[in-house]
């Protein structure tokens, strides 16, 4: 073998090294899911961002993946959180739409079916030790909480952080106005009493992160964290608050919670958070180094549906509760080192229920076959598989419970208008008269998806409590 040839073989190597890992079957890798809450596409500087500090997902996206077509499956919380867990459209589960509004509330009659198959659940099985740190928002009643949905260990807040007293709409919701718990497995341990506790959630989530990956190193773990981060109210730590121009012992009283809930948030605030949501990542991925454990952990981080006021969704059309692009497209980075290979991007289409049966293969179990699970396996994307497209034939855009859109290749039909995402992706040219033949097909799959999400039979219960009550006692 000549020099040149033996230098092509050696190449061919690495390719296939980094595209079948070779302790992905040696170990059990570690799972990491860091769920921001209504971030935007652009707010973090690997997405674009030029307003926000965000130099660990730098490192990520630099060390990792980036994905540019990673979608949730809801552009609101609850839904899109059962979709992740479950690895199903939040229809087909029944959470697509709460007792009485899009998610749901405090002292909710719905939330996750404990007879669902969550990802938790399918890792316990293989030996994996779980745990859940931050917002849940599947439920408040015990039935509901992480603890009966396959995690070992629970520290968070039951439902969205802007379900307090002060919100003013909450007057009117009867069933918002108690105070905001914070729960340990099932335990209320204290409660949440104003901006400054507010903006310590982030830091409270990531030290339970930290401390349950150090007691659990010797053992597979999978973690979810659910920030509370960057929902309305937004405020965070001091240090973060000084580097975004704001005093944080400057007044804040009604007035300006009022303010802030009715769009105005300064641009200082939604950055505070974002670049606590950055520290967060930093002190995981260290972590992670420092315990030698980065080589066996892939670690994903996006949000769960686009931004609200204040965040930035550029360069997409729309937001957080939109079945435009900015409602359900994602920021999202994929970090494993030796295995994702650095510096990397993937424009495939993939979805937050992906990560069910990609895990579960990793993890060296399976996705359950006695139910219909609509994500599908994206290792051979995460690792660059020669050749590896996506897996879905379509991606369908619920807003609770309408279906409106259908994405298929670089094609999206939204209300009988037709966008090619690859040369569009603001979706602001309507091309359906010039592609009758891919609005014809795009059609087809909208109503392939309404007989089967549109059929009963196919639709799995939501868990239901008739007589919910209170976690604490609304406040007089």
């Given amino acids: 073998m000549n020099l040149r040839s033996l230098q092509s073989f050696l190449a061919i190597l690495s390719i296939a090294f980094l595209a079948f890992p070779s302790h992905v079957n040696a170990n059990k890798p570690n799972f990491v899911i860091i769920f921001i809450d209504d971030l935007g596409f652009g707010d973090i500087e690997p997405f674009g961002s030029v307003l926000n500090d965000t130099p660990h997902l730098n490192r990520m996206a630099a060390e990792g993946m980036k994905l540019t077509s990673f979608y949730s499956a809801a552009p609101v919380c609850t839904p899109s959180r059962a979709a992740l867990l479950t690895g199903s459209y939040p229809k087909r589960v029944g959470l697509d739409f709460g007792s009485w509004r899009g998610v749901v509330f405090p002292r909710d009659k719905e939330g996750l079916n ?6 938790a659940e399918i890792l316990k099985e293989e030996g994996y030790a779980t745990a859940c740190f931050g917002k849940w928002h599947l439920g408040d009643q015990p039935e509901f909480l992480p603890s009966k949905q396959g995690f070992d260990e629970y520290f968070g807040i039951p439902y969205s952080n802007d379900m307090w007293p002060p919100h003013p709409p909450a007057q009117n919701w009867e069933v918002a106005v108690c105070p905001l718990p914070l729960i340990r497995q099932e335990e209320i341990v204290d409660t949440v009493d104003s901006m400054e506790e507010q903006g310590d959630l982030c830091r409270l989530f990531t030290e339970e992160t930290v401390s349950f990956i150090r007691r659990n190193q010797d053992k597979p773990f999978f973690v979810y964290l659910p920030h509370a981060f960057v929902h309305h109210p937004r405020y965070a730590r001091p240090e973060f608050l000084e580097k975004a121009g704001i005093d944080p012992d400057g007044p804040l009283d009604n007035e300006r919670l009022i303010g802030d809930h009715r769009g105005y948030l300064t641009a200082q605030r939604t950055r505070a958070q974002i670049e606590e949501v950055d520290w967060s990542v ?7 180094r420092e315990l030698d454990l980065d080589d066996n952990t892939l670690v994903i981080f996006t949000s769960d549906n686009g931004g609200a006021s204040g965040c930035l969704n550029t360069p997409l059309r ?8 900015g409602g359900m497209r994602e920021p999202a980075i994929a970090w494993w080192p030796g295995s994702i290979r650095p510096d990397s991007v993937c424009e495939e289409i993939a979805t937050t229920m992906d990560l069910l049966p990609t895990f579960a293969k990793l993890a060296g179990g399976k996705t359950p076959t006695d139910r219909k699970i609509d994500g599908k396996d ?6 660059a598989q020669p050749g590896a497209k996506t897996p879905h034939e379509a991606f369908y855009y619920y807003r609770e419970r309408e279906l409106q859109a259908v994405r298929s290749g670089p094609w999206k039909l939204r209300a009988g208008a037709l966008y090619n ?5 603001g ?9 009758p033949k891919v609005v014809e097909r795009l059609n087809a799959l909208l109503d392939a998806c309404r007989a089967d999400l549109g059929n009963p039979a196919n639709i799995r219960p939501e868990g239901y409590n008739p007589n919910p009550v209170h976690l604490l006692p609304p406040v007089e």
């Fill in 427 to 435: 979706e602001t040219l309507d091309v359906a008269k010039q592609n």
């Fill in 282 to 288: 930093g002190e995981i991925l260290d972590t992670l």
């Fill in 114 to 119: 404990p007879d669902e198959i969550t990802i």
């Fill in 318 to 325: 729309g937001g957080k509760g939109s079945t435009w692009e």
């Fill in 378 to 383: 994206i290792a051979p994307l995460l690792f």
């Fill in 421 to 425: 995402l690859e040369s569009d992706i």
